[in-house]
């Protein structure tokens, strides 16, 4: 797999329940950044975790960090129709300065 | 709360003409990065800057491809002689800072949607 691979690749779910979307990696990292892009629009920031770090919290949104296996994961809790977008995980790898490799990302589609 | 503002949104141009993309980082940000979206692909990077200088830049970024902060606000793109290839969404970032100490966040534009005809 490459560098920053998303599982599933569209995810789509009924409004109130969660979504789970799930990042491998293959080299060592210092971070891993969680993105949101809606169509055709930018970038936004959702969640930076450390390679020390296994788990962080920002209102319905949980992430998780297991070095050991390469992966992360995004929880999206009680889901609504403006969560409907693309998430991408970015590492930023040892040594790699602080140049984001992104993965393939989720469309996750939330419906009403 | 700060953003990171790109113009233009939008630019056509015909294939060999050079074109310059605009990016304003936040203010008190001192990293800067391109990075582009070809349609349906990955989020690649370009290039980072810092200090009046490269950091890093990637393959993609070859003899075609500048940058340049000519005032304290702006980071500007410039694709010397543009190809069909060239088409894409490049998005700018900022961060405060990099290393593994800081670990800052990059946050982005909402890009430039590059044409090429």
């Known amino acids: 797999s490459q560098q920053g691979e998303e599982d599933p690749q569209a995810l789509s779910i009924q409004e109130g329940e969660n979504a789970t979307m799930n990042c491998s990696y293959k080299t060592s990292i210092n971070n891993l950044q969680w993105y949101r892009q809606n169509s055709g629009r930018g970038l936004v920031h959702l969640i930076l975790i450390r390679s020390n770090e296994r788990e962080k919290h920002s209102g319905r949104l949980r992430v998780t960090l297991d070095t050991s296996k390469k992966s992360s994961s995004l929880l999206i809790t009680a889901s609504r129709a403006a969560d409907t977008a693309s998430y991408f995980c970015a590492t930023a790898v040892t040594g790699g300065g602080n140049k984001l490799t992104f993965g393939t990302g989720t469309q996750l589609k939330v419906e009403l | 709360e700060p953003e990171v503002t790109q113009t233009p949104s939008h630019q056509v141009t015909q294939m060999g003409q050079e074109v310059i993309l605009r990016c304003v980082p936040i203010s008190n940000h001192l990293y800067f990065y391109w990075y582009r979206q070809i349609l349906g692909q990955k989020v690649e990077f370009l290039v980072s800057?810092?200090?009046?200088?490269?950091?890093?830049k990637s393959e993609i970024f070859d003899d075609q491809f500048s940058v340049e902060r000519p005032d304290g606000s702006n980071f500007t793109l410039k694709i010397r002689s543009t190809k069909l290839e060239d088409s894409a969404m490049y998005f700018c970032?900022?961060?405060?800072?990099?290393?593994?100490?800081?670990?800052?966040?990059?946050?982005f534009g909402d890009g430039t949607r590059l044409s090429i005809l």
């Open positions: 800057f810092y200090n009046n200088e490269i950091s890093e």
């Open positions: 970032a900022s961060s405060r800072s990099i290393g593994t100490q800081s670990n800052q966040p990059q946050h």
